[in-house]
Antibody, heavy 118, light 107 residues
């Protein structure tokens, strides 16, 4: 069965970087995009960008351009999301999710809480 | 970028009521629209894609319609387990913007 498992919660200081991992299993990792979506406390869903594991191509929301990097290691079916220059506004649950090029994201990770605090 | 606007922001309904949520795109997106359900403290779940196609395993009381700029999600007979926040998301182009969400509560 398809599973998407994310790394554990992180606490970071302002100005630091965080790297969240997303391990996929139960399907061919290179056949589907990996989306990254975040949700600040009490807020809605915010799409950050996506990465296609086959060639590593990415597309980022403009808001995160220059501060985010989405990468992958196909040998272990794992995607990564690196967010740098963290501020308190980046405190959120970060989700990865699998999705086709055309369609919704059908399998989601459990979420990774990133807390930015001095 | 195309903006997605949902209405209402919240609603309260009784068991068995018909519930309708609207999502409007600032430009036409054909039928490239998905709906998600997020229960309190849970991960979002895909309900509908291509505006009206039910994801496998989703109860038939959920339905979607629309094309272009105006879309609706309908719950034909609200059940207690449907208490959640519902989000639309467009996916014709990037960024794949979400609507701001509609919180459905039980009266």
């Amino acid at each position: 069965q398809v599973q998407v498992v994310q790394s554990a919660a992180e606490v970071k200081k302002p100005g630091a970087s965080v790297k969240v991992s997303c391990k996929a299993s139960g399907y061919t990792f290179t056949d589907y995009y990996i989306h990254w979506v975040r949700q600040a406390p009490g807020q809605g869903l915010e799409w950050m960008g996506w990465m296609h594991p086959s060639g590593g191509g990415t597309s980022y929301a403009q808001k995160f351009q220059g501060r985010v990097a989405m990468t992958r290691d196909t040998t272990i079916s794992t995607a990564y999301m690196d967010l740098s220059r963290l501020t308190s506004d980046d405190t959120a649950v970060y989700y990865c999710a699998r999705g086709p090029w055309s369609g919704g994201a059908d399998y989601w990770g459990q979420g990774t809480l990133v807390t930015v605090s001095s | 970028d195309i903006q997605m606007t949902q209405s209402p922001s919240s609603l309260s309904a009784s068991v068995g009521d018909r519930v309708t949520i609207t999502c409007r795109a600032s430009q036409g997106i054909s039928n490239y629209l998905a709906w998600y359900q997020q229960k309190p403290g849970r991960v979002p779940k895909l309900l509908i894609y291509s505006a009206s196609t039910l994801q496998s395993g989703v109860p038939s009381r959920f339905s979607g319609s629309g094309s272009g700029t105006d879309f609706t999600l309908t719950i034909s007979s609200l059940q207690p387990e449907d208490v959640a926040t519902y989000y639309c998301q467009k996916y014709n182009t990037v960024p794949r913007t979400f609507g701001q969400g509609t919180k459905v509560e039980m009266k």
